[in-house]
Structures are given as C-alpha cells and as structure tokens.
C-alpha cells in the first residue's frame, strides 16, 4: 500500500488548483506529454506555426503545462508549491500562507474574480 505524505496531497491540490483557475480563465490546458499534441495544436493551427521551433525544448519537461490562449500563443507555465518564485516568468504559485495564489507573468491573466475564488479555496483547503 503507498501512503502519500500530506505535502505530495497538497503539491497536487495545488496543481489542481492552477490548472482549474487558468481554465476558468479561458486557456487550453496540456499537462505533461504535451509533446505528442503540439504537432496536432499546429496542424490545426489552434497555435502559431511559429512555435515550431520550440518543440525541441518541451522535452526538458521543467513545466507543468503547456497553455494556450485566445491568442493561439503557447506559454509554458511552471508550478510551485510553498515556494518563491525567483524571478521566473510564467510561473503559478500556490502556497499554503498569504497571499495563497501568485501568478508571475506579463502574458498570462487571470481576471480578478477568479483569482479571488480561487484564493479562498486554496486558503480553505491548504492551510
């Protein structure tokens, strides 16, 4: 029997968390293997073409997801829980102290209700 330690349950409730608020926000959201529909995300130009040259960095897999806006532009987001974002761009903080939910992007927004919805969850379920 595998027994999760309270910190993995939270690092995925925060997981959770982020890519349900960024689905709220209005962006597709691909989680790890992402590789395998970025050739189809193209096809079907549901993303730039343009893109293409950075499918060779998907591989690292330093992200948690691969996000695609009205824009059609991709952005990779990283996630971090109870941790500081050290000058990362595009990165989603969850932590279990205030101020609970940190987006640190020029490019990803996050319209304000939502950030305060799911800011009360977080400090609900995570503290």
Known sequence: MVVMSEISVKSRIALSVAES???ESGYQIFKPEYEKVVEDLIKSKKIE???EK???DIANHKNDFLIVGFDKRPKFVKLLYNET???EVDTV???SIEPFVRVHSDSIKIPLHVLIK???LVRMQLR
């Open 21 to 23: 608020m960024l689905r």
């Open 49 to 51: 073409k343009s893109f």
């Open 54 to 56: 950075y499918i060779k």
């Open 85 to 87: 974002a050290n000058n």
């Open 93 to 95: 903080v969850i932590s």
């Open 118 to 120: 799911y800011r009360d």
